[in-house]
């Protein structure tokens, strides 16, 4: 019996160290006070933006965190804690996770991994406010639009004055052998 209670806790590290490897980014935050209708609130959102929302106990956090090569990341493991990972867009857990906070001030952010870097409160509010993935790749693509669309509007001037430059040597020359 025993035994088996240590292989299903082998078990949770192995898969709280895969998802803290292949997420993109990482929440912690400390869910004390939040009444069971807020919780599931918070949930809901995480899940719509396919967030990962768990809650580990600490000692099993710790070994994953060691295994997935955080240790300095346990330092935040006190006290009841609950875990985001965003697998698709490392934005988007500090998002949901800020834009929560901020309406429930019981929900405290804790600290974060994102790009295999651990970050503190502060960065992740910064994160949070960064425009989405699509938003950002939007604004790069304008910014190359402009340009293109202006050097196009050269070349297409150009081209216009060339033909124009040769009709009146073609009704020139039309003119001359009449």
């Not at 997420?23 to 807020?38: F, H, I, K, S, T």
């Not at 609130?41 to 809650?55: D, H, N, P």
Request: no cysteine; hydrophobic share 40%; aromatic share 8%.
């Amino acid at each position: 019996m025993r035994e088996r209670a240590i292989e299903e806790k082998k078990q949770v590290v192995e898969e709280i160290t895969d998802k803290v490897k292949k997420a993109q980014g990482v929440v912690l935050v400390d869910y004390r006070g939040l009444n069971v209708e807020e919780v599931t609130q918070l949930r809901r959102k995480y899940k719509e933006a396919g967030v990962e929302y768990k809650v580990y106990k600490n000692t099993l956090m710790r070994f994953a965190f060691k295994n997935a090569g955080y240790e300095e990341f346990n330092q935040f493991l006190t006290g009841p804690n609950a875990i985001a990972f965003g697998f698709d867009d490392p934005v988007q857990a500090a998002k949901i996770t800020h834009e929560f906070a901020k309406q429930n001030d019981k929900l405290e952010i804790k600290a974060g991994i994102v790009d295999g870097k651990i970050i503190g409160v502060d960065e992740i509010k910064n994160l949070a406010n960064l425009p989405s993935k699509e938003v950002l790749i939007a604004q790069a693509l304008a910014g190359l639009n402009g340009p293109i669309a202006g050097f196009a509007n050269v070349l297409q001037g150009t081209i216009r004055s060339l033909v124009y430059a040769l009709n009146a040597v073609k009704e020139k020359q039309e003119g001359a052998e009449a």
